[in-house]
């Protein structure tokens, strides 16, 4: 398929990718959303350049205005379900063409907070497939498999389409770094049909605990 083709196919898949990230609500409080967002300390985030390197530059940062870290979870969270964060932050890098890269960030009274978000979280991802069959939601996941590791965190590889578009899958490769109170998910989209590389998470979970361990610990 030409790239034209694939990007007038994969069009509403930023969109329709919420159902990974998180399903988007019927309406959302930016009012809300801003307030809890004020409340995090915005140097948290990662720069562009901190990101995971790709084959294509990052441009700079949106910053949601609609997150709702209360409700909002990483991928495959169960939308809508009590997170137990007191604060969020959410930012999207995007690349031209091929890669978005969600830094979304949560912030918990406390550690345990923290920690039960997490486990909640590795508990939704059991059911992540059962939960997004084909032709059953706007979105398929076929396999989420762990990719191997960076500064001693996971990543995992989740590999997802969709509907109608079944069989032109995409990747999101998923580093979680719980670390004080607070949680950041660096939650890489790739676009490219087919297997490709792991990619390289190290820099980026290092500059991660940095910032957490600085700010929130």
Do not use: K, M
């Given at each position: 398929m030409h790239l034209p083709a694939v990007r007038a196919?994969?069009?509403?898949?930023?969109?329709?990718?919420?159902m990974l990230l998180t399903a988007l609500p019927a309406t959302a409080s930016a009012a809300s959303a801003s307030t809890a967002q004020a409340e995090v300390d915005r140097a948290v985030l990662l720069t562009k350049a901190d990101q995971p390197p790709v084959?294509?530059?990052?441009?700079?940062?949106?910053?949601?205005?609609?997150?709702?870290?209360?409700?909002?979870?990483?991928?495959?969270?169960?939308?809508?379900?009590?997170?137990?964060?007191?604060?969020?932050?959410?930012?999207r890098f995007s690349t031209p063409t091929w890669f978005h890269s969600y830094n979304d960030v949560?912030?918990?009274?406390?550690?345990?907070?923290?920690a039960a978000f997490e486990r909640q979280w590795r508990a939704d991802l059991a059911t992540c497939v059962d939960r997004n069959r084909p032709g059953e939601t706007g979105s398929v996941v076929y396999?989420?498999?762990?990719?191997?590791?960076?500064?001693?965190?996971?990543?995992?590889?989740?590999?997802?389409?969709?509907?109608?578009?079944?069989?032109?899958?995409?990747?999101?490769?998923?580093?979680?770094?719980?670390?004080?109170?607070?949680?950041?998910?660096?939650?890489?989209?790739?676009?490219?049909?087919?297997?490709p590389q792991l990619m390289p998470f190290d820099g980026t979970v290092a500059k991660i605990k940095a910032k957490l361990a600085e700010r929130y610990p």
């Open positions: 196919a994969l069009g509403g898949v930023t969109v329709v990718c919420a084959s294509e530059s990052y441009g700079e940062p949106w910053v949601n205005p609609y997150f709702e870290p209360g409700v909002t979870g990483p991928t495959c969270w169960e939308y809508g379900r009590d997170t137990g964060a007191s604060a969020g932050v959410s930012a949560w912030v918990f009274p406390n550690a345990d907070g923290a396999d989420i498999t762990g990719a191997g590791e960076a500064d001693g965190v996971e990543v995992l590889r989740v590999t997802a389409a969709t509907n109608p578009y079944s069989t032109l899958t995409y990747h999101f490769w998923v580093a979680l770094v719980r670390q004080g109170r607070a949680v950041y998910a660096v939650q890489l989209l790739d676009y490219r049909h087919g297997d």
